[in-house]
């Protein structure tokens, strides 16, 4: 190999190093917003990540050993979504509850997902929402049932 292919071969690489790390930085930084649950007597707080990409919901909370107590993940689709679509578990370390939501932000259904201890794919559950939906909140196991949040309530969608 002679010296300009030798520097075309790094230049070529410094550039892919270059693009993966541009890529790996704005897949952690998802938009933030803050939303509101409206139950029958109360109304609750939580700080969300929203995945609106396809990318962004498939990664979801994958791989995360912690989520804030009034914390949580809204997956936001741009068409409704069929009640065979779900959620699937693998590599996601916290157990989560879901709310599926229709465009207007009322929670059609709520599912409890254990976390998946396998390495392999095939052996963790997925979770169809039963239901049409357009949206999905995540939120630690138990989150909707400690403040008696049910179908029925109502989310502001950001």
């Known amino acids: ?41 109360e109304t609750h707080r939580l700080v969300v990540e929203i995945a609106r990409t396809a990318q962004e919901r498939s990664f979801g909370l994958m791989e995360r050993d912690h989520l804030a107590e ?36 009322e929670i059609r259904a709520i599912h409890s997902m254990p976390s998946c201890k396998s390495e392999q794919a095939a052996r963790c559950p997925s979770y169809p929402a039963q239901v049409p939906f357009q949206a999905a909140l995540e939120v630690n196991a138990g989150y909707f049932d400690a403040r008696g949040i049910k179908v029925g309530d109502r989310l502001t969608l950001p």
């Open 70 to 105: 009034e914390a949580g993940m809204l997956f936001i689709y741009e068409e409704e979504q069929s009640p065979s679509s779900g959620f699937w578990m693998y590599r996601t370390r916290i157990p989560l509850d879901i709310a599926f939501l229709d465009k207007n932000g």
């Open 1 to 41: 190999m002679d010296k300009t292919s030798k520097r075309s071969s790094v230049f070529i690489c410094v550039l892919i190093l270059l693009f993966a790390t541009c890529l790996v930085s704005s897949a952690g930084a998802l938009e933030r917003d803050n939303v509101v649950i409206e139950g029958k007597e």
